[in-house]
Structure formats: C-alpha cells, structure tokens
C-alpha cells in the first residue's frame, strides 16, 4: 500500500474543482495501491457502479446515489469492482471560511463528525435526496461556465454545506472531538472572534497568542496563512471597517469615533484613515452620508 499527499488544485484564485472518476480497479496488486490525502476538502457522489471506498484503515461499499465526505487529512481510495463512475468535487476549506463562526458551520461535518459515524450520506437518506440536485448543478455550472458561474457555483456549495450541517445537528452527529487537520483553524477562529468583539480595546499579539494557545511566533504564521493577512492588519482593517460605518451612519464627532473604534488619538486615526481610503474621515463623511439611517445631531 502506497500513501502519498496529492496536489489537487493548482489554481488559487477560486479552489474549486469538479469532475469525474473512476477509482482504482480491483485487479491492482495490494502493494500498488495509493491512498492519498490533499489539502482540499472532498465531496464524492455514486453515479454508478459497484465498488468501496478505502478510508484510512476502514473499507466502506458504495451504492449508486450515495454520497462521501472526505476532509484533508484523512487517507482514502475508491477501488472499482466494476462500471464505477463517480462525481468528485473538491474545494480549499478557505473558499468558505473567512473566519467567522458561521462560516465554520459549513465545514463542521468535516471535522467533527461523532467516533465512529459513517462518512456516507446513503442514498436512502432524505438528506442525499436533497442535495443531490445541487450536485448536478454545480456540475452544470463547472461544465458550461457561464457569465457569473463561480458566484453560482459558491452559492450552490454554502447551500449543499448548510444542508449538511442541519442534518448532522438534527441526527446529533457531531462529536467533542475536532480533526487536527483543523485545529489550528479552529484556534484561530476563537482568536478573530475575539478580535471581532473587542477591536475597540488594546489587542496585542501575545493576548491572542495566549488565547489560541499557540507560541507568538506560530499563532502570527497560522493567522496570516488563514486569513490571508497580518494579526495587525486585521485587526486594523476591522477598526476601519467600524469607523466608516459610524461615519456614514451616524453624526458622532470624528474624535469620538476615533476612540471607540479603537485608534487611541483622532490624529493616528486622521492619518490611517487617508492613507488607506484616500481621504479625511470629515471629507469621507460628507461624500458618504446615508440620510435614511443617520441619527440625529
């Protein structure tokens, strides 16, 4: 048996992949056979055909109309006891999570599935009834790339996730357990929530560090690689976010808004603010201002 880490998605900018496949055939020497893992997530739907399904030391059948979730760490191989097709999809977990709780929930199914739950959706199961035609129509998509098909395509995915998620809460299928393969990002998001809640106050490297508990030095490395910027930018761009928002919403003092959104002095903010949106908070204001939901002065 051969086990080897696999490059599946070559492209960054959407890391989404569909396509078909067949599996290894059964005639394969034992000692010729690859299970592999990717740093994608994987979804599999049985079109056809009969065969099973290798996933780490388990070996599962597979019943035409069936559906597999596979996460990136785990070691699998579809072997094919004859006309096996399946449909495959693969996706970069960061192509859903941005960091937010609510967008882990879409991937929870991965991870924390309860010891011993099945990676299968049968076929006879109502949720597999469910998502199977949003399978076939992020097939559609994939295949004829139309004008704004990724943004279908992405849509489609949060849709077959959520519907994924509701099953394994309404059947009490997720475990205490998280998958290592996740875990950093599982600390991270406790992190960035954190900052969500508290961006008006000091945050330092070493708090969050400290509350993902990760030395300094990896939680930074961890945080600008799943969230695709520095602890310090995000925790920036977060403050700015807020501020513009006050801004357009409301009639606080520019030094006022300064403060709360955590910038310390109107002239560090005064500074930031043109730098990054290329213009004075005042100016900023003025140009954006939604009358219909401003407070009064």
């Known amino acids: 048996m051969i086990y080897a880490t696999d490059l599946v998605i070559s492209q960054s900018e959407f890391p989404f992949d569909m396509f078909e496949g067949s ?6 020497p034992p000692e010729h056979l690859k299970l592999h893992n990717h740093s994608c997530l994987e979804i599999n739907y049985v079109s056809e055909g009969e065969g099973c399904y290798l996933i780490g030391n388990r070996e599962y059948e597979l019943h035409p109309g069936d559906i597999c979730i596979i996460n990136n760490q785990e070691y699998h191989m579809a072997v094919n006891h004859g006309g096996l097709r399946l449909k495959v999809i693969v996706f970069d977990p960061e192509l859903v999570w941005s960091g937010s709780r609510t967008d882990y929930q879409y991937l929870r199914a991965f991870f924390e599935r309860s010891e011993g739950e099945s990676p299968f959706l049968g076929a006879e199961l109502p949720i597999t009834g469910e998502i199977t035609p949003i399978l076939f129509d992020l097939e559609r998509e994939w295949q004829q790339k139309k004008p704004g098909y990724r943004l279908l395509i992405k849509a489609d995915l949060l849709t077959l996730l959520a519907r994924i998620y509701r099953h394994y809460v309404e059947q009490d299928s997720f475990g205490d357990h998280i998958s290592g393969a996740f875990q950093n990002h599982h600390s991270i998001l406790i992190a960035v929530d954190y900052i969500n809640s508290h961006y008006q106050e000091d945050l330092t490297l070493g708090q969050m560090a400290e509350l993902a508990h990760m030395s300094q030095h990896y939680f930074s490395a961890m945080f600008s690689r799943i969230m695709q910027m520095p602890f310090s930018r995000y925790v920036l761009q977060r403050r700015l976010t807020q501020a513009g928002m006050l801004l357009k919403t409301t009639y606080l003092p520019v030094t006022e808004i300064a403060l709360h959104t955590g910038f310390g002095t109107v002239s560090y903010f005064n500074k ?25 002065p």
């Open 272 to 296: 930031v603010f043109k730098k990054i949106y290329g213009t004075a908070p005042g100016t900023y204001r003025k140009e954006h201002r939604n009358g219909s939901t401003a407070a009064s």
């Open 23 to 28: 599996g290894e055939p059964d005639s394969t």
